[in-house]
């Protein structure tokens, strides 16, 4: 699917976070349209740490080329800063779009960066950002693999700064708008208004973020085209993972658990054993 295509029809695209190929491949089997690589949820799952800037390019492209080889679906990827200057962009660029991302995310934060819905946040001149995106863009083999710029400028220097560098990043070449953490519905409506008719804007939905909770009918009502809902995943699973280690801790068994989790034909069953080993006989010699 062309992202860009998609993003011309009415309805909203939601893109569930996902962080490695087994939570892409459930999504996918959910039926969602696309996938969001979240670089939070790389660093949650991975390194056991906060989305603060820890993590590295080669950690996140190896993630992406993992969940490549597993679904189809189109896949934006969280390309945090860049992971440096204008060339540290063109790499990553290189590098995600080799892995297979059909969309990256790159955010106008001083490096190390913070999540965005995290406090004492810092920017990068708006100038430099538009360099970014320009290099981004001379970087990319397909002009189908989209760009999107982010500001964090709202937490940092209020939502008029942030419509002011939105628009920088917008004639800069950035194919997608992302203003990240309004704090009102109103907020989200005065991007919307002043950007929604020129380019597709993408919103993101964080429990207990700065951002209202909005439902993407909610959203795509305001005039939002994408939302995100990067992390949802990890929260989700991170509280049954608590749940099930206490159970086993305390009962020394799984037995009290069971209905809250597959047995071993169950997960076998969502991974697609059968199949794989029905392929590999195809294989076999003799």
């Known amino acids: 699917m062309n992202l860009m295509s998609r993003l011309q029809e009415p309805n909203i695209l939601i893109a569930p976070g996902v962080y490695d190929a087994l939570t892409a ?19 949650y799952t991975r390194l056991g740490r906060p989305d603060i800037g820890l993590t590295s390019v080669s950690e996140v492209a190896e993630t992406m080329a993992l969940i490549r080889d597993r679904v189809e679906l189109p896949v934006i ?68 693999t989209l760009i999107i710029a982010r500001t964090d400028a709202i937490a940092v220097e209020g939502l008029e700064a942030a419509m002011s ?23 989200l409506r005065r991007v919307a208004d002043q950007f929604g008719a020129r380019m597709p804007l993408l919103a993101n939905m964080v429990e207990g973020g700065a951002t209202p909770l909005q439902s993407a009918a909610d959203l795509e009502a305001l005039g939002y085209d994408i939302v995100i809902f990067p992390g949802g995943i990890v929260r989700a699973l991170a509280r049954t993972a608590v749940e099930y280690y206490a159970s086993l801790r305390t009962h020394g068994s799984n037995r009290p658990f069971a209905d809250r989790m597959f047995d071993f034909g169950g997960l076998n069953d969502r991974i697609g054993t059968d199949e794989m080993l029905r392929l590999g006989k195809r294989y076999e010699s003799g």
């Open 25 to 43: 491949a459930l999504a996918t089997e959910a039926g969602f349209e696309a996938l969001y690589l979240s670089g939070a949820a790389v660093a």
């Open 77 to 144: 990827i969280d390309a945090d800063t860049g992971f440096g200057n204008a060339l540290n962009a063109q790499r990553t660029m290189r590098l995600f779009e080799r892995a297979g991302a059909n969309a990256l995310q790159l955010e106008d934060q001083t490096f190390p960066k913070r999540c965005g819905h995290l406090s004492d946040k810092s920017l990068i001149p708006a100038g430099e950002m538009a360099g970014k995106i320009a290099a981004m863009a001379d970087a990319r083999q397909s002009d189908e």
């Open 165 to 187: 560098r939105a628009e920088t990043y917008v004639a800069a070449g950035a194919d997608i708008l992302f203003v990240e953490a309004p704090r009102s519905g109103d907020e």
